[in-house]
T-cell receptor
Framework: LAKTTQPISMDSYEGQEVNITCSHNNIATNDYITWYQQFPSQGPRFIIQ???TKVTNEVASLFIPADRKSSTLSLPRVSLSDTAVYYC????????????FGPGTRLSVLP | KAGVTQTPRYLIKTRGQQVTLSCSPISGHRSVSWYQQTPGQGLQFLFEYFSETQRNKGNFPGRFSGRQFSNSRSEMNVSTLELGDSALYLC?????????????FGPGTRLLVL
């Protein structure tokens, strides 16, 4: 199983760019990397997904190096409402949909 | 389109009782996965159903079971409740079982076992 490792917590200030890195040394060839955001007492919400290189959408960018053993979620100009837990998830294709969530990174955005 | 619906949203039970939780997926979604979330253990995969068949199961005791109906709605059941079963139970759905399919999570059912 491809396990993931993320920082437990991060602090940032409004307007700054935040980068959260996830390590997944045992990622399989067909695995995708997905990031989710979760607010208290709510289900996780999809942010971005990628396989290799760089993916960008309206809320974030995802950087994946060539060896795919890590990935970095980049949140531009964070606001207070970005305070949440961010999960890096590696899809376990060999195990069907047995997604393995990492411990998550608790991001606190300060004014 | 409507999102993932979970009922009930909150539930209080006592030890030894059993509980059934329901998840209605987004229209067209055939895969339903269940997760348990606790402060100590984080998000843990329970099981996944696709086309009424359980495809994968996490590392939980047999007291945790589930099923899926022909309309893709899913239920999970926990028998002989223990205090440690207090958690937020989340279901997530997607169209099929491809790894690149995004999961859409419901709001969860918060279960408190007294």
């Amino acid at each position: 199983l491809a396990k993931t490792t993320q920082p437990i917590s991060m602090d940032s200030y409004e307007g700054q760019e935040v980068n959260i890195t996830c390590s997944h040394n045992n990622i399989a060839t067909n695995d995708y990397i997905t990031w989710y955001q979760q607010f208290p007492s709510q289900g996780p919400r999809f942010i971005i997904q990628g396989y290799k290189t760089k993916v960008t959408n309206e809320v974030a960018s995802l950087f994946i190096p060539a060896d795919r053993k890590s990935s970095t979620l980049s949140l531009p100009r964070v606001s207070l409402s970005d305070t949440a837990v961010y999960y890096c998830l590696v899809a376990e294709r060999n195990y069907g949909q047995n997604f393995v969530f990492g411990p998550g990174t608790r991001l606190s955005v300060l004014p | 389109k409507a999102g993932v619906t979970q009922t009930p949203r909150y539930l209080i039970k006592t030890r030894g009782q059993q509980v059934t939780l329901s998840c209605s997926p987004i229209s067209g979604h055939r895969s339903v996965s269940w997760y348990q979330q606790t402060p100590g253990q984080g998000l843990q995969f329970l099981f996944e159903y696709f086309s009424e068949t359980q495809r994968n199961k996490g590392n939980f005791p047999g007291r945790f079971s589930g099923r899926q109906f022909s309309n893709s709605r899913s239920e999970m059941n926990v028998s002989t409740l223990e205090l440690g079963d207090s958690a937020l139970y989340l279901c997530a759905t997607n169209r099929d079982r491809a790894a690149q399919e995004t999961q859409y999570f419901g709001p969860g059912t918060r279960l408190l076992v007294l």
